[in-house]
T-cell receptor, first 117, second 113 residues
């Protein structure tokens, strides 16, 4: 049963520390997303990639966040330095997105629950 | 900028009731609309996807409709069960940035026995 895999599932870190979250998208999917979920803001898109190329990272604070796809099986989201306001659930999602035809269902991982103290 | 609104924010019903969750979006130039379910502490599970050219999709006790011109979608749940208790999220994919989803804030559904 194909699924999006995220690590770590839970992370507690001190302010100022670097945090790296990893995602293995579903094999064959061409689009990978990073979302952040908080009670106040709901789900916000941070960045996404198509065929490993970054398409949009306008939702991401550029000074401390970075997202990369070193290869088709790995996407990373890094926060350096982390701050308490970064505490949230970070979801990775993937999909096979095409312009025409059926499909385009987006599949989400279980999330990385980050607490910055 | 696309905005998605879900009403109601929370809903509590007795088991067995049929119910409707509402979703509206401001920009009708969408590529598709997806309904997701999220259980506490879990990720999102896709329930139904409706392409912009479609009017509705059905899966078991779930039926989702789409009226693109008016910017509305509904999720109908028949014969609700306690196991349906979760947060239901509506998301639209924009016409010029296909794949990128804009989410509503969700409806928290509680079905009590």
């Amino acid at each position: 049963d194909a699924r999006v895999t995220q690590t770590p599932r839970h992370k507690v870190t001190e302010m100022g520390q670097e945090v790296t979250m990893r995602c293995q998208p579903i094999l064959g999917h061409n689009t990978v997303f990073w979302y952040r979920q908080t009670m106040m803001q709901g789900l916000e898109l941070l960045a996404y990639f198509r065929n490993r190329a970054p398409l949009d990272d306008s939702g991401m604070p550029k000074d401390r966040f970075s997202a990369e796809m070193p290869d088709a099986t790995l996407a990373t989201l890094k926060i350096q330095p982390s701050e308490p306001r970064d505490s949230a659930v970070y979801f990775c999602a993937s999909g096979l997105v095409v312009l025409s035809g059926s499909g385009n269902t987006i599949y989400f991982g279980e999330g990385s629950w980050l607490t910055v103290v | 900028k696309q905005e998605v609104t879900q009403i109601p924010a929370a809903l509590s019903v007795p088991e067995g009731e049929n119910l409707v969750l509402n979703c509206s979006f401001t920009d009708s130039a969408i590529y598709n609309l997806q309904w997701f379910r999220q259980d506490p502490g879990k990720g999102l599970t896709s329930l139904l996807l409706i392409q912009s050219s479609q009017r509705e999709q059905t899966s078991g006790r779930l039926n989702a409709s789409l009226d693109k011109s008016s910017g509305r979608s509904t999720l109908y749940i028949a014969a609700s069960q306690p196991g349906d208790s979760a947060t239901y999220l509506c998301a639209v994919s924009g016409g010029t940035s296909y794949g990128k989803l804009t989410f509503g804030q969700g409806t928290i559904l509680t079905v009590h026995p």
